[in-house]
C-alpha cells in the first residue's frame, strides 16, 4: 500500500475509533464513576485517544503487499503496543495498582472491543465495496459478451 | 539481426489475398520473438513456454498474467505459461482485451473474475471461475471502479 492510501485509510479508521471512544467511555464511566461530572475539555479525550490509538498502525504498514502470516502478526504487535500504550496514557505509571485491577482490565478490554469493531466495522465497508464491484462486474461482463455477438 | 534498425515495408494487397506479417532477419533473437509475440497478442494469441516447449494460447483461455522475481507466467485454468514478456507490455496490448492491472504484480481477464471479495488489510480478493483468488490491491480499485463502470 502506498503512503498516501495509508493515510487515507488511516484517517478513516481515526473517526470509526473517536466515535467508539466515546461510546466506550459512557459504558465504562457509568459502570465505574456514574456519579463523575466532566467540563468542555472531556470532548478532547476521544479525540486524544483516537490519536494514541493510531501511533501503532504504522506497525501495518509495508510498500509491498503483505502476506496473511504477516498480516496477522503485525495485528497482534499493534493490538499489544495498543494496549500498551493507552493503559499507559489513561493510567499513567503512579495509578497502575493492584486496587485498580477492575478498572484497568476493563479499561483493556474496553480498548480490545474498540479495535475488533474498527476491524469489523471496516470489513462491512469493504463487503459493501465488494458487492457493488461484483455487481458492476456482471453489467460489464454482459456488456462485453452482447459486444462480442455484435 | 544487425544493429542497424530494420526496414519497414508496407504493402496493400488484394482482398482475396491473406493477410501476413513476415520478418526477414538474421538470427531469431529476443527482438524478433517480442515482435511475433506482439502481433501474435493483436491477434487473439500469447506465446508461453512450459519446459521450453512453445505454445499458442488464445487470450479467452487466460485467466490471469503474473510477474515474480522478474518472470513472467500466464495463467489458464489448468496450466500455467511461462512468457518472456514483461508485464507493463502485456498489460498495455490486453487493454482492449478485458485485461486489468489489479496489483503491482498482476493483470487480470475480467471475463473470467466470478466475484469480489474482501480480504485482509482493507484489500480485495478476485475470485475466478476455475476457484482460483487473486488480491486486488487498494491502488488499483479506482481503475477498476471506472473500467467496470465504462468511464476509463
Known sequence: ?150 | MNEQTMEIKLRRIEPEERERVEIYCHEVNDTVREIAAFVKSRQGQLSGLIEGRQYEIPITDVFFIESVDNRTFIYTAKQTFETKRKLYELETDLKEKSFLRISKASVVNLMKIKSIKPALNGRLRAVLSNGEEIIISRKYVPDLKNTLRGEA
Open chain 1, 1 to 150: 500500500m502506498k503512503l498516501k492510501e495509508f493515510i487515507k485509510s488511516t484517517l478513516a479508521s481515526y473517526f470509526i475509533i473517536v466515535t467508539l471512544v466515546n461510546v466506550a467511555t459512557l459504558v465504562l464511566g457509568s459502570i465505574f464513576r456514574p456519579e463523575q461530572r466532566f467540563g468542555y475539555e472531556a470532548f478532547l479525550a476521544p479525540l486524544l485517544y483516537g490519536a494514541l490509538g493510531l501511533i501503532p498502525v504504522f506497525i501495518m504498514y509495508s510498500p509491498k503487499e503483505l502476506t496473511i502470516k504477516q498480516i496477522v502478526i503485525r495485528k497482534i504487535v499493534q493490538l499489544i503496543a495498543l494496549e500498551f500504550i493507552l493503559v499507559l496514557a489513561g493510567f499513567g505509571r503512579e495509578n497502575l495498582k493492584a486496587e485498580n485491577l477492575a478498572l484497568i482490565a476493563s479499561f483493556a478490554l474496553s480498548v480490545l472491543i474498540i479495535y475488533v469493531l474498527v476491524h469489523v466495522i471496516s470489513w462491512v465497508l469493504n463487503l459493501e465495496m465488494a458487492r457493488q464491484l461484483t455487481m458492476d462486474l456482471q453489467s460489464y461482463q454482459s456488456r462485453e459478451l452482447r459486444r462480442e455477438k455484435d
